[in-house]
C-alpha cells in the first residue's frame, strides 16, 4: 500500500515540527490536538443546528451584553472540558466568561500555556446558516510554573503570542494556525475524522480588491475612514482594478476569506462605540497575529494592534487587518494630518 505521506494529519505536521525543535516538550502539539478536537465535537452540532434542539437563546446575557446562544454555550463547554482535562493548559479566557477560569490542579499548574478563545463567533449566524468560527491565541504563561495561573498571564501583548488559529465551521470545516514559523490549515475529513494539510504555508497577498466593512455604521465612523471607504468605491485598488465589496457579518469567514484572497477588514470605532466592537484579547490579536506571519498587518487605527498593552479581559478595539499595500494606503488616510485634528 503506497502512503501518500504528503498529506499529513494535523497531528503529523505539529509532530513533524517538534523534529525541528528537540528541546521542544510536544506540549504546544497536544494544545492544538486539544482545540482541534473540541471542534470537532462543536463542529457536528453545527453541521445539524435546525434538526435538534441546539438552535436560539439560552436566555442568558453574557458578560459582552450579548444574548447567549444555545450553541455558544455547548461550545464553550467543550473548549474549556477538553482544555482542563488536557495536559498542556494551565488556564483559560473566554469570551462567554465573565472571569478567568485557572484549572488550578498540579498537573495543570505545571502547564506553560494559556489560552483564551471566542469559543462560536458569529453565533447570531448560527440561526441563517452563514459560517461561523471558533477563535483561539495561545500564550506563554508569565507566572511561576507549578502555581496557578493568574490574570497577568492573560493580559500580555498580542506580540508574545506562541501560537493563534481559528476553525471555520462553513461548507468544509478548516483548521487554520499560526506560529511565528508560518499559517497552515487543515481541512477536516470526515472520512478519517482528522484535520488534513489543505493549505499549507498559507500567504496573505499583498494586494487585493476586497474591502470588508459593515456600511451601516458609515456615518458613524471616524472621517479618515469613511475617506478610505470612498476611495475604495471610487477609485481602483493598489492591484489596478475595481473593488468589490463583501462583509458578512461573521469575522471569521470574512477575515479568512482576506487572507486567501487578499483583501481588508475594518470594524472601526464609531460615535456611539468609541473602542469599536470587537475584542483585543481572543477576536483581534489572534487575527492579527495569524496575517502578520502571513505577510499582511494589522493595526487599532493608531499603533500596531499586537504591540497594545492590554488592561482588561474583555477589552474591545478598533481593528483593521489585511493585505500589506492595503494596509498602507488605509494607514495614509488614519495618519492624515486632518484624521489627528
Ligand atoms: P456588525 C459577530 O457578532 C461579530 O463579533 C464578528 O464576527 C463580526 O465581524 C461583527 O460582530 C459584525 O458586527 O456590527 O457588523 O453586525
Known amino acids: 500500500m503506497v502512503v501518500d505521506r504528503k498529506i499529513l494529519t494535523l497531528d503529523e505536521f505539529t509532530i513533524q515540527q517538534l523534529r525541528d525543535f528537540p528541546q521542544a516538550t510536544g506540549e504546544l502539539s497536544g494544545l492544538l490536538r486539544d482545540i482541534g478536537l473540541a471542534a470537532k465535537r462543536v463542529n457536528v452540532e453545527v453541521n445539524k443546528a435546525g434538526l ?3 438552535l ?23 473548549f474549556v472540558g477538553v482544555l482542563r482535562h488536557g495536559i498542556s493548559c494551565a488556564g483559560i479566557a473566554s469570551e462567554e466568561l465573565d472571569d478567568i477560569v485557572v484549572f488550578n490542579d498540579p498537573v495543570s499548574n505545571n502547564s506553560k500555556y494559556i489560552c483564551m478563545f471566542d469559543p462560536l463567533d458569529g453565533s447570531a449566524n448560527i440561526d441563517v446558516n452563514i459560517s461561523i468560527g471558533t477563535i483561539f491565541s495561545i500564550y506563554r504563561r508569565v507566572t511561576e510554573k507549578g502555581k496557578p495561573a493568574e490574570l497577568k498571564d492573560f493580559l500580555q501583548p498580542g506580540n508574545q503570542q506562541v501560537a493563534a488559529g481559528y476553525i ?3 461548507s468544509s470545516t478548516i483548521f487554520v494556525y499560526g506560529t511565528r514559523r508560518g499559517v497552515n490549515g487543515f481541512t477536516l475529513d470526515p ?24 456600511h451601516g455604521h458609515f456615518f458613524r465612523y471616524p472621517e479618515s475612514v469613511k475617506k478610505y471607504i470612498d476611495v475604495c468605491q471610487h477609485k481602483n485598488n493598489t492591484n489596478g482594478g475595481p473593488y468589490t465589496q463583501r462583509y458578512i457579518g461573521s469575522m ?14 475594518m470594524y472601526p470605532e464609531t460615535t456611539d462605540k468609541p473602542n469599536g466592537k470587537l475584542r483585543l484579547l481572543y477576536e483581534c490579536n489572534p487575527f492579527a497575529f495569524i496575517v502578520e506571519v502571513a505577510g499582511g ?12 498593552q492590554p488592561t482588561e ?6 481593528f483593521f487587518v489585511g493585505s500589506k499595500k ?13 484624521a489627528k485634528a
Do not use: W
Not at 498587518?297 to 497594545?308: H, S
Open 168 to 170: 471555520i465551521y462553513g
Open 56 to 78: 436560539g437563546d439560552t436566555g442568558n446575557i453574557n458578560v459582552q451584553g450579548e444574548e447567549v446562544k444555545k450553541l455558544d454555550e455547548f461550545a464553550n463547554d467543550q
Open 191 to 214: 472520512s478519517i475524522g482528522e484535520y488534513s494539510l489543505s493549505h499549507p504555508d498559507i500567504k496573505c497577498p499583498e494586494s487585493g480588491n476586497i474591502y470588508s466593512v459593515n
Open 326 to 338: 492595503m494596509m498602507e494606503e488605509l494607514e495614509g488616510f488614519l495618519n492624515s494630518k486632518d
Open 252 to 265: 471569521v469567514a470574512d477575515v479568512h476569506r482576506n487572507l486567501l484572497k487578499g483583501g481588508i477588514f
Open 52 to 54: 435538534v434542539d441546539i
Open 313 to 318: 479581559l474583555h477589552q474591545r478595539s478598533p
Open 297 to 308: 498587518k494589522a493595526t487599532n487605527g493608531k499603533e500596531r494592534i499586537l504591540d497594545v
